[in-house]
């Protein structure tokens, strides 16, 4: 199960379930290598745990114009992946007053992509990280780390969809609430 994980974090976690439970396995029936091997397994799970959790990482925005080539490229590439948090989106340059890839590291994590309507709120279009860094930190950085600018540029409140169980769910984890179906808002303080 731990192999089929595209997300390391989740595979290490996995991994690290199981080799306990063949650990304890087998040191319930005296099978000394098993035990032995799976311990080794738990450390390495462990250490490079500890690692990912306390590893400084650097968050940057690039912004970007609707019209940009690798933006293109970006979306079409991850067209299938979009379409399974956000079912429905197309992309549309024009919509989008606020626009940024998130980096980490200086790799590209994720986009997000919203335009600010005439109330002072923010909707968000598009907030969608690629598979390897789906772990909170880009949603923490955007809505945690970002909220001081947002409310600096006159934003009092983020509206986003939350179209699906998974995305929904990452939207709660930051303090929004579900307005109607499908919509969740974040009230900036």
């Known amino acids: 199960l731990s192999m089929t994980m595209s997300s390391i974090v989740k595979f290490r ?13 087998g040191l ?36 970007i114009r609707g019209d940009n080539n690798y933006l293109l490229s970006f979306m079409e590439f991850h067209k299938e992946d979009i379409q399974a948090f956000f079912p429905g989106f197309t992309y549309q340059p024009e919509m989008n007053t606020i626009s940024f890839f998130i980096l980490r590291n200086m790799n590209v994590a994720g986009v ?28 923490r950085f955007i809505y945690e ?6 409310i600096k540029e006159g934003i009092s409140k983020i509206i986003a969809p939350g179209l699906t169980k998974k995305h929904a769910k990452y939207l709660k984890r930051f303090g929004f609430e579900e307005q109607k179906p499908d919509l969740y808002v974040k009230t900036l303080n």
Do not use: Q
């Not at 976690?13 to 396995?25: C, P």
């Not at 709120?121 to 598979?131: E, K, P, W």
């Open 145 to 150: 780390s970002l909220k001081e600018e947002f």
């Open 112 to 139: 997000f992509l919203a335009h600010r309507d005439a109330s002072g709120a923010l909707r968000v279009g598009l907030d969608f990280s690629i598979a390897e860094y789906r772990d909170y930190k880009n949603g």
């Open 13 to 25: 976690w996995i991994n690290l379930f199981g080799a306990s439970t063949f650990a304890t396995y």
């Open 28 to 63: 319930l029936i005296g099978a000394i290598p098993v035990t032995v091997l799976n311990v080794f397994i738990v450390a390495v799970d462990i250490y490079y745990l500890s690692r990912i959790y306390s590893k400084k990482e650097l968050f940057e925005t690039l912004e």
